[in-house]
């Protein structure tokens, strides 16, 4: 059974810096493109980053260019996301996401999320 | 950016009856298309991708149609658990970018 876990949310101060972890199982990790999504409280989706198997190519949305950064570990089936200067608008529940389908780029399995709240 | 625009922002249907949600895109995004369902409190789940490719285990009520700009979910014979928001998704190859439409909540009538 695939199982995607996030850990590593919770409050932050405007710029401080949070590493969120996410432990992938029942399935051969390195296999796939990995991502991050989140959802603001009450509010729509939106792609944050996502990352190759061999971790060589990474892609960003906009907003988080040069604050976040998206690693993995194959290693240890895990996928990391470093979110540093941390802003009110960052708050949202982060899903780690798997982009499982061949030649096209969509998610077929999703954590249960964790959220990250930005505030003073 | 590609913006995907939902509509509508709100659809009462009954059970037993058909729901059709549209999604546009703001420039072609070709069959690069795909549908979620997300309950409250839930991750969301892959419905349809590639416009009309129904994804692992979803059931034959759930359609997509559509391509370029202009795109559809259909779901006949509304079943209470369909009750939920719908959020499509663009994936366009290159240059790699990913966007969700703002969703459509699909309430009961």
């Known amino acids: 059974e695939v199982q995607l876990v996030e850990s590593g949310g919770g409050l932050v101060q405007p710029g401080g810096s949070l590493r969120l972890s996410c432990a992938a199982s029942g399935f051969t990790f390195s296999s796939y493109w990995m991502a991050w999504v989140r959802q603001a409280p009450g509010k729509g989706l939106e792609w944050v980053a996502n990352i190759k198997q061999d971790g060589s190519e990474k892609y960003y949305v906009d907003s988080v260019k040069g604050r976040f950064t998206i690693s993995r570990d194959n290693a240890k089936n895990s996928l990391y996301l470093q979110m540093n200067s941390l802003r009110a608008e960052d708050t949202a529940v982060y899903y780690c996401?798997?982009?499982?389908?061949?030649?096209?780029?969509?998610?077929?399995?999703w954590g249960q999320g964790t959220l990250v709240p930005v505030s003073s | 950016e590609i913006v995907m625009t939902q509509s509508p922002a709100t659809l009462s249907v009954s059970p037993g009856e058909t729901a059709t949600l549209s999604c546009r895109a703001s420039?072609?995004?070709?069959?690069?298309l795909a549908w979620y369902q997300q309950k409250l409190g839930q991750a969301p789940r892959l419905l349809i991708y590639?416009?009309?490719t129904r994804a692992t285990g979803i059931p034959a009520r759930f359609s997509g149609s559509g391509s370029g700009t202009e795109f559809t979910l259909t779901i006949s014979s509304l079943q209470p658990e369909d009750f939920a928001v719908y959020y499509c998704?663009?994936?366009?190859?290159?240059?790699?970018?990913?966007?969700f439409g703002q969703g459509t909540r699909l309430e009961i009538k």
């Open positions: 420039q072609s995004v070709n069959s690069n």
């Open positions: 590639s416009a009309s």
């Open positions: 996401a798997r982009d499982g389908v061949p030649a096209v780029t969509v998610f077929d399995y």
């Open positions: 998704q663009q994936y366009n190859p290159w240059p790699p970018s990913i966007t």
